[in-house]
């Protein structure tokens, strides 16, 4: 199914909205940090959601996948065009 949308953090992100995506997890050394380990996917208007690692790759291959068009080739065969 494709779609525009990606779940990070229980929630229906579009991916457009998407600016980047945290390689390695959150380390800042505050005791009280509540994102410590976790994965940083940034907003568009400074926002930021945090993730866990396997949801990361669901979005990194949601993204790639939206990137590269792929979801364009599933209307079916255009083989009669190639005349
Ligand atoms: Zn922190």
């Known amino acids: 199914m494709s779609s525009l949308f990606c779940i990070i953090d229980d929630k229906h992100v579009p991916i457009y909205r998407i600016l980047w995506i945290s390689d ?7 005791s009280d940090c509540l994102y410590e380990g976790r994965y940083e996917v940034r907003l568009e208007q400074g926002e930021s959601l945090w993730t866990n690692r396997d949801e ?3 979005v990194l291959k949601v993204l790639e996948k939206w990137h590269t068009g792929d979801d364009l080739d599933a209307g079916g065969s255009d083989s009669e065009n190639w005349s």
């Not at 997890?25 to 505050?30: N, R, S, V």
């Open 24 to 30: 390695v997890p959150h380390f800042c050394g505050e």
């Open 56 to 58: 990361r790759d669901e």
